[in-house]
């Protein structure tokens, strides 16, 4: 039998929206401990925790009170999780039935690891595959040496030189224009990525032309808080160079100096994200010795 739903308006109360989304990021949490992946990015979670509930609709699934799924319908972008516990019980067809019912005629929507439900429920809903993005992995151990390089200089980021923030945006404007989320990143979605917990200056390594001090690319790593002391895994977060400057062996260089500051940091594995069709960036992670562990697919309608 499927969880009662109930609509939260996104004008409703501030406790009663307060409460919604601690009962989201508990189904999302749930989610992640049992299928190694949450439903919510990191766009999302700083959407939520920034903006609330403005610009979206959200349906909350409960039995006996209890958070057991919820459907987030932001714009175009549709977020559906269900907890493992509470699944093949019809809960997942009524939260989705309840949000494209909401949506427009284009329709977008994640499947983490590629979940057989979320194929099936795509599938009812005239949703089909558009997209894969690729989740690989290495041990931080037995790196390559970066190579040499006399022309290009590694640092890291200031966060106090304006300079250094107006050439991140630009590369990464640059860089993933055509990417759909990453390319979109502004002042303030940079603002609001260095506030959160896990940043590290340190962590983010700027390539620097050694002759004209030109910023001509960049390695952004991460390390969630929980395992930044002698935990387990560090993250490839972006790595972006200029179009100018391809073809200079920079994406290999600032990659490799990036492994190398997170082994140092104690972290045991290093995972990336890039997307499937990305065939120049996936060859230079297998080249380092990284290995595909899990697909997610986003679907679409319209």
Same mark, same amino acid.
């Given at each position: 039998?499927?969880?009662?739903?109930?609509?939260?308006?996104?004008?409703?109360?501030?406790?009663?929206?307060?409460?919604?989304?601690?009962?989201?990021?508990?189904?999302?949490?749930?989610?992640?401990?049992?299928?190694?992946?949450?439903?919510?990015?990191?766009?999302?979670?700083? +959407?939520? $925790?920034? &903006?609330?509930?403005?610009? *979206?609709? %959200?349906? =909350? /699934?409960? !039995? #006996?009170?209890?958070?057991?799924?919820?459907?987030?319908?932001?714009?175009?972008?549709?977020?559906?999780?269900?907890?493992?516990?509470?699944?093949?019980?019809?809960?997942?067809?009524?939260?989705?039935?309840?949000?494209?019912?909401?949506?427009?005629?284009?329709?977008?929507?994640?499947?983490?690891?590629?979940?057989?439900?979320?194929?099936?429920?795509?599938?009812?809903?005239?949703?089909?595959?558009?997209?894969?993005?690729?989740?690989?992995?290495?041990?931080?151990?037995?790196?390559?040496?970066?190579?040499?390089?006399?022309?290009?200089?590694?640092?890291?980021?200031?966060?106090?030189?304006?300079?250094?923030?107006?050439?991140?945006?630009?590369?990464?404007?640059?860089?993933?224009?055509?990417?759909?989320?990453?390319?979109?990143?502004?002042?303030?979605?940079?603002?609001? +990525?260095? $506030?959160? &917990?896990?940043?590290?200056? *340190?962590? %983010?390594? =700027? /390539?620097? !032309? #050694?002759?004209?001090?030109?910023?001509?690319?960049?390695?952004?790593?991460?390390?969630?808080?929980?395992?930044?002391?002698?935990?387990?895994?560090?993250?490839?977060?972006?790595?972006?160079?200029?179009?100018?400057?391809?073809?200079?062996?920079?994406?290999?260089?600032?990659?490799?100096?990036?492994?190398?500051?997170?082994?140092?940091?104690?972290?045991?594995?290093?995972?990336?994200?890039?997307?499937?069709?990305?065939?120049?960036?996936?060859?230079?992670?297998?080249?380092?010795?990284?290995?595909?562990?899990?697909?997610?697919?986003?679907?679409?309608?319209?």
């Amino acid at each position: 039998m499927p969880a009662a739903l109930r609509a939260i308006a996104p004008d409703a109360a501030e406790a009663e929206v307060a409460a919604a989304l601690t009962a989201v990021r508990a189904v999302d949490e749930a989610c992640h401990a049992g299928d190694g992946a949450g439903v919510l990015d990191e766009a999302a979670h700083l +959407r939520l $925790a920034h &903006d609330g509930l403005a610009g *979206a609709r %959200l349906w =909350l /699934a409960t !039995d #006996a009170e209890e958070p057991v799924g919820f459907a987030l319908l932001t714009g175009e972008s549709l977020d559906l999780a269900v907890a493992p516990t509470a699944r093949r019980a019809g809960t997942g067809t009524a939260l989705a039935a309840a949000a494209v019912a909401e949506a427009g005629p284009r329709l977008l929507a994640w499947s983490h690891v590629d979940h057989p439900g979320a194929a099936s429920l795509a599938r009812q809903h005239d949703l089909h595959a558009v997209r894969e993005l690729l989740v690989m992995a290495r041990p931080a151990t037995d790196l390559p040496a970066p190579p040499e390089r006399d022309d290009v200089r590694v640092r890291a980021y200031d966060p106090a030189a304006p300079g250094d923030a107006a050439d991140l945006l630009r590369i990464n404007a640059a860089a993933f224009a055509h990417h759909p989320e990453q390319g979109a990143m502004d002042a303030d979605d940079l603002a609001r +990525r260095t $506030a959160q &917990d896990w940043f590290d200056p *340190a962590g %983010l390594l =700027l /390539a620097v !032309d #050694a002759a004209t001090g030109a910023t001509l690319g960049f390695h952004w790593t991460k390390i969630e808080p929980a395992v930044a002391d002698g935990g387990t895994t560090g993250e490839v977060y972006v790595v972006g160079v200029a179009p100018e400057a391809q073809g200079r062996g920079l994406g290999k260089l600032l990659t490799l100096a990036g492994l190398h500051h997170l082994a140092d940091r104690g972290v045991t594995e290093i995972e990336l994200y890039v997307e499937g069709d990305n065939h120049p960036a996936r060859a230079v992670y297998a080249g380092l010795g990284f290995e595909v562990v899990a697909t997610h697919v986003q679907y679409a309608r319209g």
